[in-house]
């Protein structure tokens, strides 16, 4: 039988000019860590997950932090849902990261590693950049705006970094807090009660409420 042709030349030729074509690309090493999820992320889990050596990580991602960065972009060009712009630069800062929290309660250890990168990803950025343009758009001074934005984004990433109650129930945290000599205010203790055992996403919200009250009163007295 005859070899099929491409502008002349075979099928058989052509491979053997090529070679062994790649065994994975890019695409496929991301997907496989985004199945992982960033708590077990490790080039060896990616590697052994795709069927592939060391070596053919690496000729598509010079480090593992290189990798993390554009799962990390990835994951929110997929899952982060933001408005378009035109609303209140409360409702801008209060919903972006109201979805910026449910986004890391979805994917875990996400959090913990945005905080270890050397270089926040492009995505991460370019939320930096949403949240200054609302709040310098309000008539919030740059460095303020500056120190809002960052002060938000801290805010999100801690949340899923600190927040309690993975394995611990509200009974041992509460314990925790009555123990506290001399005793907490009875509604301080109440309110932890409360609130202890919610996802990251939850504190998030309390605490941008704060910062949003703070630079409304700042706007107020400027």
């Not at 008539?139 to 970094?161: F, N, S």
Request: proline share 6%; with cysteine.
């Amino acid at each position: 039988m005859r070899a099929r042709t491409v502008a002349g030349v075979s099928h058989e030729t052509i491979a053997k000019r090529l070679g062994r074509p790649p065994l994975t690309d890019r695409h496929a090493l991301l997907a496989a860590a985004r199945d992982i999820g960033f708590e077990g992320l490790t080039v060896g889990a990616v590697t052994a997950a795709v069927g592939v050596k060391y070596s053919t990580f690496y000729r598509h991602f010079p480090t593992l932090d290189a990798m993390v960065g554009s799962l990390v972009d990835l994951v929110f060009e997929k899952e982060l849902q933001l408005s378009a712009p035109g609303g209140s630069w409360q409702d801008t800062v209060r919903d972006t990261c109201a979805e910026l929290g449910q986004m890391l309660d979805r994917n875990p250890g996400m959090g913990a590693a945005v905080v270890a990168l050397p270089e926040l990803p492009i995505e991460v950025m370019a939320v930096y950049r949403r949240l200054t343009d609302a709040l310098v758009g309000a008539g919030i001074p740059a460095h303020k705006a500056a120190m809002g934005a960052i002060y938000a984004l801290e805010t999100v990433t801690v949340a899923d970094l600190t927040t309690p109650g993975l394995g611990h129930s509200l009974q041992d945290r509460q314990r925790q807090v009555d123990a506290i000599d001399p005793p907490v205010d009875p509604g301080v203790r109440e309110a932890t009660a409360r609130m202890i055992d919610q996802p990251g996403s939850a504190w998030t919200i309390y605490k941008i409420d704060l910062l949003i009250a703070g630079l409304e009163a700042q706007l107020a007295s400027s």
